[in-house]
């Protein structure tokens, strides 16, 4: 089967263990960049990675490289692919171009001319063009500058991968679902291990972690753009997706765990469990962490505390602060505790060493990761 080059964009910070599940799952030639890592293989690993891959965005198909100066170069690149192999003009498209330091005025103007080149290649070939769809396309085109290089490429995806059609609802500032399952792979959680989220908002790291304890494959109730391309391959992907389900551990009550002091976000996590099929698999309550119990001697603390956006708000987080460390302190020994946040301010203000620090990026917005490994009387870096 042919061998194509591929590149999996995730969120920033993530690339190192992007690189580990995408080898795992049988990728090759694996190159890690900043923001994504780049991979080949044939067709059966792209449908894989759609399925199987928790961290990637997107699995995108590489279709050209090269140099440029002007916006004609990108368009005669694009004009001489061949549009009319890949998918129909029956279908919708869209163009996004994105760029890192780029000489071009006009990024607008510029992904107008990818656009014309390959409408003017399909009515060409084909006697008819595509039409253009901005929010919900059959068929994404993803194009990248650099100041000397255009990067042209298909989206295998549709949607993006950290929608995996098992989100119900959701309360503020949601995580992301590949984030989740990011810093999950980070703190080197297994299974086996008690796993607990004491502010766990709508159960985002308790859904990823279930389905990790269950070998779920998290595009198991979602479809992909790669079925709409003219190579799609139906009984290669009947085939990649029953390999994957045969997997798949009947769901039982696993040492999950996650609590929240509001009660909204409890009956939201519950309502996501349940419409992912995982609700007899997490332990769920309503409580405050300060007078929660851990739930086991040892284990894996993960969670997103609140972050301040109102006024008043920042000031009752550095009261909170300081009480998270003393709970940790207290109640935590013999476990690994990690605070995902963008206030920068709760390292200092929770009173403990960190024992690790991991810069990451929600979207644009700079976060870390916090590890804190508790141990009786303190803490062991």
Same mark, same amino acid.
């Given at each position: !089967?042919?061998?194509?080059?591929?590149? @999996?964009?995730?969120?920033?910070?993530?690339?190192?263990?992007?690189?580990?599940?995408?080898?795992?799952?049988?990728?090759?030639?694996?190159?890690?960049?900043?923001?994504?890592?780049?991979?080949?293989?044939?067709?059966?690993?792209?449908?894989?990675?759609? &399925?199987?891959?928790?961290?990637?965005?997107?699995?995108?198909?590489?279709?050209?490289?090269?140099?440029?100066?002007?916006?004609?170069? *990108?368009?005669?690149?694009?004009?001489?692919?061949?549009?009319?192999?890949?998918?129909?003009?029956?279908?919708?498209?869209?163009?996004?171009?994105?760029?890192?330091?780029?000489?071009?005025?006009?990024?607008?103007?510029?992904?107008?001319?990818?656009?014309?080149?390959?409408?003017?290649? !399909?009515?060409?070939?084909?006697?008819?063009? +595509?039409?253009?769809?901005?929010?919900?396309?059959?068929?994404?085109?993803? @194009?990248?500058?650099?100041?000397?290089?255009?990067?042209?490429?298909?989206?295998?995806?549709?949607?993006?991968?950290?929608?995996?059609?098992?989100?119900?609802?959701?309360?503020?500032?949601?995580?992301?679902?590949?984030?989740?399952?990011?810093?999950?792979?980070?703190?080197?959680?297994?299974?086996?291990?008690?796993?607990?989220? +004491?502010?766990?908002?709508?159960?985002?790291?308790?859904?990823?972690?279930?389905? !990790?304890?269950?070998?779920?494959?998290?595009? @198991?109730?979602?479809?992909? @753009?790669?079925?709409?391309?003219?190579?799609?391959?139906?009984?290669?992907?009947?085939?990649?997706?029953?390999?994957?389900?045969?997997?798949?551990?009947?769901?039982?009550?696993?040492?999950?765990?996650?609590?929240?002091? &509001?009660?909204?976000?409890?009956?939201?996590?519950?309502?996501?469990?349940?419409?992912?099929?995982?609700?007899?698999?997490?332990? *769920?309550?309503?409580?405050?962490?300060?007078?929660?119990?851990?739930?086991?001697?040892?284990?894996? &603390?993960?969670?997103?505390?609140?972050?301040?956006?109102?006024?008043?708000?920042?000031?009752?987080?550095?009261?909170?602060?300081? &009480?998270?460390?003393?709970?940790?302190?207290?109640?935590?020994?013999?476990?690994?505790?990690?605070?995902?946040?963008?206030?920068?301010?709760?390292?200092? *203000?929770?009173?403990?060493?960190?024992?690790?620090?991991?810069? *990451?990026?929600?979207?644009?917005?700079?976060?870390?990761?916090?590890?804190?490994? !508790?141990?009786?009387?303190?803490?062991?870096?």
């Amino acid at each position: !089967m042919k061998k194509e080059q591929f590149f @999996a964009p995730c969120p920033r910070g993530l690339e190192s263990v992007l690189s580990e599940e995408l080898t795992s799952i049988g990728a090759k030639e694996i190159l890690s960049t900043e923001g994504g890592v780049g991979f080949s293989g044939d067709l059966a690993m792209a449908y894989r990675a759609n &399925l199987e891959s928790r961290i990637a965005s997107r699995v995108l198909l590489k279709l050209l490289e090269r140099p440029y100066t002007s916006e004609e170069d *990108l368009y005669t690149s694009t004009l001489a692919l061949p549009w009319e192999g890949w998918f129909s003009p029956d279908l919708t498209i869209k163009v996004n171009l994105s760029a890192t330091k780029s000489r071009l005025k006009s990024l607008d103007f510029a992904t107008l001319r990818i656009k014309d080149a390959l409408c003017d290649r !399909m009515r060409k070939s084909c006697g008819k063009r +595509p039409s253009v769809d901005t929010s919900s396309p059959d068929i994404r085109i993803h @194009a990248y500058l650099t100041s000397n290089v255009f990067s042209l490429y298909i989206d295998t995806s549709g949607e993006a991968l950290f929608k995996r059609g098992a989100r119900h609802s959701s309360v503020e500032a949601p995580l992301r679902e590949n984030l989740a399952a990011g810093i999950l792979r980070l703190s080197g959680w297994k299974p086996e291990e008690p796993f607990l989220d +004491p502010m766990c908002g709508s159960g985002t790291f308790l859904i990823e972690a279930a389905r !990790m304890a269950l070998s779920i494959p998290p595009g @198991a109730s979602r479809s992909f @753009a790669f079925e709409k391309l003219s190579n799609f391959d139906a009984t290669l992907w009947k085939k990649v997706k029953e390999d994957a389900m045969s997997r798949v551990k009947p769901v039982v009550p696993l040492q999950i765990y996650g609590s929240d002091v &509001l009660g909204r976000a409890v009956e939201t996590a519950r309502d996501n469990l349940a419409f992912a099929g995982l609700e007899g698999a997490v332990t *769920l309550k309503q409580a405050n962490f300060l007078e929660l119990s851990a739930p086991a001697d040892h284990g894996v &603390l993960i969670t997103n505390p609140p972050y301040g956006v109102r006024i008043g708000e920042e000031q009752k987080l550095a009261e909170l602060y300081p &009480l998270l460390g003393d709970a940790l302190k207290q109640k935590y020994s013999g476990w690994r505790a990690y605070f995902f946040t963008a206030d920068l301010r709760l390292a200092k *203000l929770i009173r403990l060493s960190a024992s690790k620090r991991t810069p *990451l990026y929600n979207g644009a917005l700079e976060c870390r990761l916090f590890e804190y490994r !508790m141990v009786s009387g303190g803490m062991r870096s």
